[in-house]
């Protein structure tokens, strides 16, 4: 990893996390509704994931705020979203959960589980038949790997050997339910194993999940076909806004604490990198005032107009449309 | 040229014109389509174009919304309706939501078609129609073709439209034989005036319409009236212009459906006729449906679960009667 790969993903993670508690925040006051899923003590994998598969195409889940800056989407702008206001990343009309932005090449933001596996599958068999091997990374959690979406796409991507990246954020946890009560095993990566090349890595650092995802993307462009890449991580607060996180006791909640991506990669900025402080700091501070911005944009943006609740609906008019 | 040949013919031209449409499904490919609508284009375009799937509902219809997001105009094939339940959680959560979701950023040029109705003792799992659901998704486009010049332009303009659409046909309707006018400038999205006529206006789509058309002569002696027949063609929009001007000058409705009668499609048309035109009606409006039973094997009883050309005709005499006809 380069240094300013490194700087931008600490600038990232330290960003996201101050992000996400800002929207917690906003949250409590009420300038934020409907469900809020916070990705809090996942960044090192949502920021690494976005910055190493740099190119191609991404589909991701309902807890993608970061991801979505990571991108390139401006944090104003994905903020004004949370908001729901109409300069948000979709008009207001998808909230925390929606976020798209073809020019990034993101297409959600998807909050039915498992659901944006196939549409990612089927991106990659355009991509492919365009001839383009940039690959399509999609994002989903332990919990997708359940459901039947998943395992037709395992299917069908190897089937056709399409350039996809299969990335599964496994925080043990679909909502409530711990991965042992809903699979027989906690590793996902084996569900993937007869179909594709697997890999499991450490979710909580951001270097071995940049390493893995890159290396991946430059096997998919070399047309090796669909590729799993299992990343362990934990989030640090409930399910979303509305889960009290009852069903984790204290003890494992300091275990998974005290793999904190934020500590271990500054750790490497400064000994790996030899990044001072004052420039830590000064990359913080950064980072503080880009969100900063961001809840002062959303506050102050307009909401949409009533027009828009019919706007989009279709792209086409059609002409004999009479109500 | 037969119903299923226009659909083929419709392909076939597209697909020549524009190498981003390609057609999945199951066995659309070297088996050449279940109904034979797919015949002969993996020979012309190939596997890349023409894609055999697996038998996975919800991947079908999930990768295609995939495919359009990705630039292609994929034209998915459901093998029957009842096999899109699985695919329906694609259908309504993702087909039909990603372009206002994403606040217009997102445009799905996307058409899955839909074989469906009763067709001869498949029983309850190969028999239903789904439209009442399908044409209650804002967000979705819903065709029904009954005819074969409207099934070959509708189903062009279906997949030319940058907006997804489901395009129901009728399985008992692929061997229906009629003329193509290859220079017709049609709306396919706007209902078919079939047969003009003063007293009743009688609106139907699918199959069914077929029926309608054959009770007609014994309604018309038996209540010495004259119907119009009316085929809706596009169940979203629906034309409402085009029923307002036959119902005002008919003053009366009878609504024809194969599907189940509680929440069919026909309800929709008869609650707007109340909402909007029930001054202008001489009768309470008919309806005409499905019986609310699992469609049953056995033919005897599969015939009793739907409207026939006997059923039709007697219900519209009995109603014509009452209501001073």
């Not at chain 2, 029957?80 to 695919?87: G, I, K, Q, R």
């Not at chain 2, 058409?111 to 239903?128: I, K």
């Not at chain 2, 014994?218 to 085929?231: S, T």
Request: net charge negative; charged share 25%; hydrophobic share 40%.
């Amino acid at each position: 990893m380069e240094k300013l790969i490194a700087q931008d993903i600490y600038y990232l993670m330290y960003l996201g996390r101050a992000f996400e508690y800002k929207a917690k925040e906003h949250y409590m006051t009420g300038d934020i509704s409907g469900f809020l899923h916070l990705d809090i003590g996942q960044e090192a994998l949502s920021v690494a994931s976005m910055k190493a598969f740099e190119k191609g195409d991404v589909f991701t889940t309902y807890r993608e705020h970061i991801m979505a800056i990571a991108r390139g989407m401006e944090p104003k702008y994905v903020m004004a979203e949370l908001f729901g206001k109409a300069s948000g990343v979709s008009g207001g009309k998808g909230g925390s959960m929606h976020l798209f932005d073809p020019s990034h090449f993101f297409y959600g933001g998807d909050a039915i589980v498992g659901g944006q596996i196939p549409n990612a599958v089927g991106c990659a068999y355009a991509r492919k038949y365009q001839g383009n091997l940039e690959g399509v990374m999609v994002v989903f959690g332990d919990g997708a790997t359940n459901g039947g979406a998943f395992f037709e796409s395992l299917n069908i991507a190897a089937t056709h050997k399409l350039p996809i990246l299969f990335l599964c954020e496994n925080n043990e946890y679909a909502i409530g339910t711990n991965i042992k009560r809903a699979a027989p095993f906690r590793e996902q990566y084996k569900k993937a194993e007869p179909y594709m090349l697997t890999k499991a890595v450490d979710g909580m650092k951001a270097d071995e999940v940049y390493n893995a995802i890159k290396e991946a993307q430059s096997l998919l462009e070399k047309g090796h076909g669909p590729i799993f890449i299992e990343a362990y991580t934990c989030r640090f607060e409930g399910h979303s806004m509305s889960d009290a996180n009852l069903y984790r006791s204290s003890q494992e909640m300091k275990h998974c604490k005290a793999k904190d991506p934020l500590p271990y990669f500054k750790n490497k900025m400064l000994t790996e990198f030899n990044f001072t402080q004052e420039e830590i700091e000064a990359v913080e501070k950064k980072a503080d005032e880009s969100v900063q911005e961001a809840v002062e944009f959303a506050t102050n943006a307009k909401e949409p107009s009533l027009d828009a609740l019919y706007e989009h609906v279709f792209y086409e008019e059609l002409n004999n449309v009479v109500s | 040229m037969l119903y299923r040949e226009a659909l083929n013919r419709a392909l076939d031209e597209l697909m020549e014109k524009d190498e981003n449409i390609v057609i999945l499904g199951e066995d659309v490919g070297l088996y050449g389509g279940s109904y034979r609508v797919s015949e002969g284009l993996v020979e012309k375009y190939g596997e890349k174009r023409v894609i055999d799937t697996p038998i996975a509902e919800l991947s079908i219809v999930g990768n295609a919304v995939g495919m359009a997001i990705g630039g292609l105009r994929p034209v998915a094939e459901i093998m029957t309706a009842n096999f899109s339940l699985l695919a329906f959680d694609q259908i309504i959560n993702h087909m039909s939501k990603f372009h206002y979701m994403s606040n217009g950023k997102i445009k799905l040029p996307m058409v899955v078609r839909f074989p469906q109705g009763v067709s001869r003792q498949l029983a309850a799992q190969h028999s239903e129609s789904y439209e009442q659901m399908l044409s209650a998704v804002p967000g979705l486009r819903v065709i029904s073709t009954s005819d074969v010049n409207h099934a070959y332009h509708a189903l062009k303009k279906a997949i030319l439209l940058d907006d997804p659409v489901v395009f129901i046909e009728h399985e008992l309707l692929y061997n229906k034989k009629g003329e193509v006018n290859f220079n017709d400038t049609m709306d396919p999205f706007k209902a078919r005036i079939v047969k003009e006529g003063k007293d009743i206006t009688i609106v139907s789509y699918l199959k069914i319409l077929d029926d309608v058309l054959k009770s007609v002569d014994a309604i018309e002696k038996e209540l010495n009236c004259n119907c119009e027949v009316i085929d809706l063609c596009s169940l979203n929009p629906i034309d409402y212009d085009t029923l307002a001007k036959s119902i005002e000058k008919t003053s009366r409705l009878v609504m024809v459906e194969e599907d189940h009668k509680t929440g069919g499609f026909g309800s929709q048309i008869v609650s707007w006729v109340a909402e909007e035109l029930f001054y202008s009606l001489d009768a309470p409006p008919l309806r005409i449906a499905g019986e609310d039973v699992p469609i049953p094997y056995n033919r005897k009883l599969e015939l009793a679960s739907i409207p026939t050309v006997d059923s039709i005709t007697q219900k519209v005499i009995e109603w014509g009667h009452k209501n001073g006809l």
